[in-house]
Every structure is written in structure tokens, then in C-alpha cells.
């Protein structure tokens, strides 16, 4: 154990960090320093496959509409910086289409629903230290929105752990590189600590509809809330079928001793369990991340357990110097959102449509989200075309050219291809892209040279095709 003057917990009381995120770190700490198991084996979880089906809620009348967003909160989890894509800004500001960005896209949604039901619908953005400035200062240029100050809700930062002696990590190069986010998980005690969940509820706020800044097809939904509201349910996931783009996704399960829904991530998972955790059709429905609570029932169930949630514990090791493979190995703890279906007895998990998970996690996400296999709603929500049958094309591009968002922006500044009608598309090699080319079925495209190629437009079926 650590001494007094490198405890990770004493170092976050310097920090003046509030005391919800250090009792939850709190936590968090003790379970690895006691050496315990935070894996989710395979044996110890069953298969989930009937559920509720969103086309089988009821349609709500537009004063039922009303007046529940009068008692909601539009939460969106903004602390990506999108490292993975080789970005250095906040990746809510990659652009979406041409001139318009995530932020764009969710502040134009706000707009429709207080302009068309509710003028006082509430809005939070959870941003993180990194993510903060940057998107304050981006979404001044909508005065309408009011104060950028007002609508955040920041999220906690703890201390990176030497993998060796489990004493925070003291990193002279790098203040900064010595703390990580605590993941979205942080959101309960975030809200706790800051003193927002006393104000919601005050103000009469009941309901919170928690989704990512990079899922834009994760919009409000009338018949969501509505259904939320009269089942009397604490916690609702939204979970859709997996498909192959999707086998690696935290997935809804049961546990065997509790018969309670959990989440398993990755993470969570033991090695000789990849390939099971990795089976679509035995788990076959994953968490999109659209997350509905009684904030109420969230209050009440964090004070009786002294102010935290028991969280299942992501221990991510990596480096302190994320880009130095080299640097002191390091143990990130994480909590993630949907954990929480299993700490409320009255927990659920609905079944609902593709066009309600449109994330951005790789280039390639970005790739197929700015083609015309999605289309932008008047309500502005991000939905894949009906010919896809909610299945998105399955995108491969060669990490060399293609990892990060510049590199991708370079490959398509003549225009992003038609994928409407792509099953799988895989780029090996550096490819140019234009607006004129049409992929179809599945198609390979090869450049084994170093050197960018143009791939001439026309239209590509179910072929493979060699740039000379």
C-alpha cells in the first residue's frame, strides 16, 4: 500500500476535488488494493434474448409530450477528445456534413424540441477538463442557448495508479498525465457532488435522458419518456442487436446468482472468454449508451450507500504517457454508465431500432456517418437509410493511412463515396475518394505502393480492385 504522501485518495482531497467522485474513487481503490476479481467471467452470466421491442410501445398524445419534458433533462456526455483519431480538440467538433459538427447537430435538436413543445426543456452537457474550454467557447456563438456555464456539468478526474506499487503516479514531465477520467460512470457522482441533482430536483426535474455527444441518432424520444414515466421503472437501457461492427461493444447480460441484468465490457472480460463475449447471436444485444433515470430514485438509492453507486470496477492498464508505449505502466479505474442497470431492482432494458445508434469511435465511423448510407432528419437526428434494414455498412480501412481524422479528411476532400448500398468496404492502402465513386456489395480496394492513388470514379459491385 502506498504511503500517506503518495495515497491517491489524499492526492484528490489536494485536488479539491468534490467528496461524491473521491468516495466513489474511494471505492474504486480498495476493491484493487485488496486484490480483488473485477472480471465478468462467462460462467457466471446467462444470455439475455427476450425483451421489450420499442415498435410495441404506445404512441403518446402531444399534452402527454409536454408535459413530460417539462419534468426532463437532455444530458450528453461531451469529454472525448478523440486521441484515437489523432485528435488534439474536442471530437464533438469533428464535422458531421459539410459546415455542420456534432455540436452543431445537438444544439439544433434543443432548438426543435423547445421551439416545437418545450421552451424550458433543460439541457446539460457533461464536459471533462480537456473538453471544457473548447466547447464553451464553440457554442458561444449560440446566445440563444444562454450562458455556456450554466448548462455544464463537469466531470471528476482521478489519479492514474502505478501498476507496481499502487501509489498515485507521480509524473514530472506532465502534471496532467498524471489524472484520467473516471469514465462515464463518473456522470451519478458528478451530479451529486456538484449540487445539480439537488437543483433538478427542485426545480421539479424527474426524469434524465443521458446519451453520448458523438451518437446523433440518440435524440429525445416522445414514446421513451412516455413509456419511462408510466412503468414506474428506476433505470431503462436502451440496447439494439449486435451485428459483426458491434461484437466488441459492451453487452446486456444476466448474472447467474441475481437473475439482475448487467453490463459486460470488454474490459470486464477474461481472456479465454473473448470469443464467447465476441458471439453476436449468444449475446445479442449491446448498450447503445441511451441511458433513461428517475433522479429521484438515483438520489435516494446513492444516499443510502453513502453517496456512491457500487459500480462494477473497469481496470484498464496502460502507460502514464499514453503516446510513450515505454513510460510507467498504469492502472486507469473506470465505472461505466449502463453498469448501473444492476443497482436498481427496477431496472429495464428496451430493444430499439438501429436509427437510434450512430456513434463515432474510429475513422471509420466517421467514414460511413458523412456518406449517404445516413441522412439527417428535420428534427436533425442521424438515422441510416431504410434500404440498410438498420444494418451499417461494415467499414476497413488500413490503419497506416486512415487512423486519424486528418488522414481520412485528406483521403475524402473530393467527397465521401456512395456506401448507400455497401455491405463491407476494405481500403488497404492509401486511397483518394471521390463523390462520384459508388461502392456496392462488398468491395476491396488495394494500393500496395506508399504513394496516394486516386480511385477513378465510377461504380464498384462486389469486387476487388488492384491500383497499379
Not at 131 to 154: Q, V
Not at 282 to 292: A, G, R, V
Not at 304 to 315: A, K, S
Request: charged letters at 25%; hydrophobic letters at 35%; a negative charge.
Amino acid at each position: 500500500m502506498p504511503s500517506e504522501f503518495d495515497c491517491p485518495i489524499e492526492k484528490m482531497r489536494l485536488a479539491d476535488l468534490n467528496q461524491a467522485s473521491i468516495s466513489a474513487f474511494q471505492r474504486a481503490y480498495e476493491q484493487l488494493s485488496n486484490g480483488e476479481d473485477l472480471k465478468i467471467s462467462e460462467e457466471s452470466i446467462e444470455p439475455v434474448y427476450d425483451l421489450t421491442d420499442y415498435e410495441d410501445l404506445p404512441d403518446c398524445k402531444t399534452e402527454d409530450i409536454i408535459n413530460s419534458l417539462r419534468e426532463t433533462v437532455i444530458i450528453k456526455l461531451n469529454g472525448g477528445m478523440g486521441t484515437g483519431m489523432g485528435l488534439e480538440k474536442v471530437k464533438s467538433l469533428l464535422p458531421v456534413r459539410k459546415g455542420i459538427n456534432f455540436l452543431d447537430v445537438i444544439v439544433k435538436q434543443l432548438f426543435h424540441l423547445r421551439s416545437s413543445y418545450c421552451e424550458d426543456l433543460r439541457f446539460l452537457l457533461m464536459n471533462s477538463f480537456s473538453t471544457s474550454d473548447d466547447t464553451k467557447s464553440y457554442l458561444s456563438r449560440y446566445p440563444d442557448l444562454g450562458n455556456p456555464e450554466s448548462i455544464e456539468l463537469m466531470q471528476n478526474r482521478v489519479p492514474k495508479i502505478s501498476a507496481d506499487s499502487l501509489a498515485a503516479v507521480n509524473f514530472p514531465d506532465s502534471s496532467k498525465l498524471e489524472w484520467c477520467p473516471p469514465g462515464h460512470g463518473d456522470i451519478y457522482s458528478s451530479l451529486l457532488g456538484t449540487g445539480l441533482l439537488d437543483k433538478l430536483l427542485n426545480e421539479g426535474v424527474k426524469f434524465a435522458f443521458i446519451s453520448n455527444s458523438d451518437n446523433l441518432g440518440a435524440t429525445l424520444d416522445f414514446n421513451i419518456l412516455n413509456s419511462f414515466k408510466e412503468g414506474g421503472a428506476s433505470f431503462l437501457m436502451e440496447v439494439t442487436q449486435r451485428t459483426e461492427a458491434d461484437k466488441k461493444g459492451g453487452h446486456l447480460a444476466r448474472g447467474k446468482d441475481t437473475g439482475s441484468f448487467i453490463l459486460r465490457e470488454i474490459a470486464q472480460c477474461e481472456d479465454e472468454d473473448t470469443v464467447a463475449f465476441e458471439d453476436i447471436h449468444k449475446h445479442c444485444y449491446f448498450n447503445t449508451n441511451n441511458i433513461w433515470i428517475r433522479l429521484d430514485a438515483l438520489k435516494e438509492h446513492m444516499m443510502n450507500l453513502g453517496g456512491v453507486l457500487e459500480l462494477p470496477i473497469i481496470r484498464n492498464r496502460k502507460t502514464v504517457d499514453p503516446t510513450d508505449s515505454n513510460s510507467l505502466p498504469v492502472y486507469q479505474l473506470e465505472v461505466a454508465m449502463g453498469a448501473a442497470i444492476q443497482c436498481f431492482k427496477s431496472s429495464v432494458a428496451l430493444n430499439v431500432p438501429r436509427s437510434r445508434f450512430a456513434p463515432v469511435k474510429t475513422s471509420e465511423d466517421l467514414f460511413a456517418l458523412q456518406s449517404d448510407a445516413y441522412s439527417m432528419t428535420e428534427d436533425f437526428q442521424m438515422q441510416l437509410m431504410p434500404e440498410r434494414g438498420g444494418v451499417p455498412p461494415i467499414i476497413s480501412l488500413d490503419n497506416s493511412f486512415y487512423a486519424s481524422a486528418d488522414q481520412l479528411n485528406l483521403a475524402t476532400q473530393f467527397g465521401v463515396p456512395s456506401l448507400l448500398n455497401c455491405k463491407k468496404l476494405q481500403i488497404e492502402g492509401p486511397v483518394a475518394f471521390n463523390e462520384r465513386t459508388i461502392f456496392q456489395g462488398s468491395v476491396v480496394v488495394r494500393n500496395s505502393s506508399k504513394r496516394i492513388k486516386d480511385l477513378p470514379a465510377g461504380k464498384y459491385n462486389d469486387e476487388i480492385i488492384e491500383l497499379n
